[in-house]
């Protein structure tokens, strides 16, 4: 029996099945009817109020002081930015790590004291990186162990010996700095003089920056950026790889 | 406000019966396809003003209630079926489709569909809605009400295969 069948059966079967009743008498509701303008307006009033609260929350972040117990606003506003730590009490309280677990931070042992302060290990970052000073930095000390150079295999586990295995560091997480974005030069065309090639106009993009530091010795250990989607300049759009890249390595 | 209650009152007079035949076939108890038409008309009051602005109300009703249908039914409220103090009349004969066999079938057919299926039953053949008004009171696509369709005809046809097939002579009301 095919489909159209069954449906000439089902049709009048249903029918039969439920009439439609004639004795019915449903009672009208007694409240009024939601008036849509009301409506409308409560929401307008409701979102004005969230907008308030959330600008002075921006503000008040932004005068607070230079070293932040919490991540900046900028680390936790975008998809691609770096992983947003969780920190308590200047100290990192969950493990999280970057650019592919290449470097992983984990909170540091209870009880570790580092020789160098937060505010010590900040004005090193800023010395060395110049950093902008109204931006606001995130300070929290940590376990680092980071395989980005690591070329050794442990034969018994077969497992990757981390390069570098270092407790308490200082992390300073700054958030939206704003940098140059290198472009591609210009190359003069041959035989025309340099004067009349215009200089390509200088691009600027905004990255998040996290610098760590040996909290013993206050070396720089090696720091690390992302850049922001957002104000991502094209010529680093089209790298392989545009995400966590490492800066530097330097210190013992 | 004095004509949005008098037109939404005109409606109710107009369309009750319907609302109450609706939720009566999607649950299978017309006690309770009475309550979910209030239920229906309550909330419908509730956005009365901008849905009688927007045109026709009677498929936002639709809607409402095949809604409720699928909540209250997934809350167990209430079984869906009523369990029947008379037993179906079924007929000796072989074929599935003879006229005392048809309204059991149906009924035991639609009391074992899934929600989904038994409310595009209800609306394409008992409500005669076309298939993009069916998703339309459903939100879902057209090809969604197409193969639920399908498969609920197929449960239909396997249901009357199974009747139809030879039983056991206890099993069968002579």
């Not at chain 1, 998809?79 to 969950?94: G, M, N």
């Not at chain 2, 108890?29 to 009051?45: K, N």
């Not at chain 2, 209430?78 to 008379?86: I, K, Y």
Request: aromatic letters at 6%.
């Amino acid at each position: 029996m095919n489909d159209q069948e069954l449906v000439d059966r089902v049709r009048p079967a249903l029918g039969e099945l439920f009439p439609e009743p004639a004795d019915v008498a449903l009672s009208l509701p007694a409240r009024p009817p939601a008036n849509p303008r009301r409506r409308a307006s409560v929401l307008l009033v409701v979102a004005c109020m969230l907008a308030l609260a959330a600008g002075i929350a921006a503000l008040r972040w932004h005068s607070s002081a230079a070293i932040g117990d919490h991540p900046p606003a900028g680390v936790t506003g975008r998809s691609h930015a770096l992983p947003t730590p969780k920190i308590v009490d200047h100290r990192l309280a969950a493990p999280f790590s970057l650019s592919d677990g290449q470097l992983q931070l984990s909170p540091p042992p209870a009880g570790v004291r580092p020789v160098v302060s937060a505010a010590d290990a900040l004005a090193i970052v800023r010395g060395q990186h110049d950093l902008p000073k109204g931006r606001p930095s995130s300070v929290f000390l940590a376990s680092l162990t980071s395989y980005a150079r690591s070329t050794t295999i442990d034969p018994s586990t077969a497992a990757l010996v981390p390069d570098t295995t270092r407790e308490p560091v200082w992390a300073v997480l700054t958030a939206g700095v704003r940098v140059i974005a290198f472009g591609v030069g210009v190359i003069p065309r041959s035989g025309a003089p340099d004067a009349e090639e215009s200089p390509a106009p200088l691009r600027y993009g905004r990255e998040d920056q996290l610098v760590m530091l040996d909290a013993t010795t206050g070396a720089v250990i090696s720091g690390i950026w992302q850049t922001m989607p957002d104000r991502q300049p094209s010529t680093v759009a089209q790298t392989p790889d545009p995400g966590v890249k490492t800066q530097s390595h330097s210190g013992p | 406000m004095a004509k949005a209650s008098d037109a939404f009152e005109a409606f109710v007079q107009a369309r009750q019966g319907a609302l109450v035949r609706m939720g009566w076939a999607l649950t299978g108890d017309r006690q309770l396809g009475e309550d979910l038409a209030q239920a229906a008309l309550d909330r419908l009051w509730g956005r009365w003003t901008a849905v009688s602005a927007a045109g026709d109300p009677w498929p936002y009703a639709q809607r409402i209630i095949v809604s409720l249908a699928s909540t209250w039914r997934r809350r167990r409220w209430r079984t869906a079926e009523v369990p029947r103090g008379d037993l179906p009349d079924y007929s000796s004969g072989h074929d599935e489709f003879d006229a005392a066999d048809v309204r059991a079938l149906i009924a035991g057919w639609l009391a074992g569909l899934p929600a989904r299926q038994r409310a595009v039953v209800v609306l394409r053949y008992l409500f005669d809605l076309s298939i993009d008004d069916t998703a339309d009171r459903l939100r879902c696509s057209t090809g969604t009400v197409k193969s639920q369709t399908a498969k609920a005809l197929n449960r239909l046809r396997a249901t009357a295969e199974a009747t139809s097939s030879p039983a056991p002579t206890e099993g069968r009301l002579q």
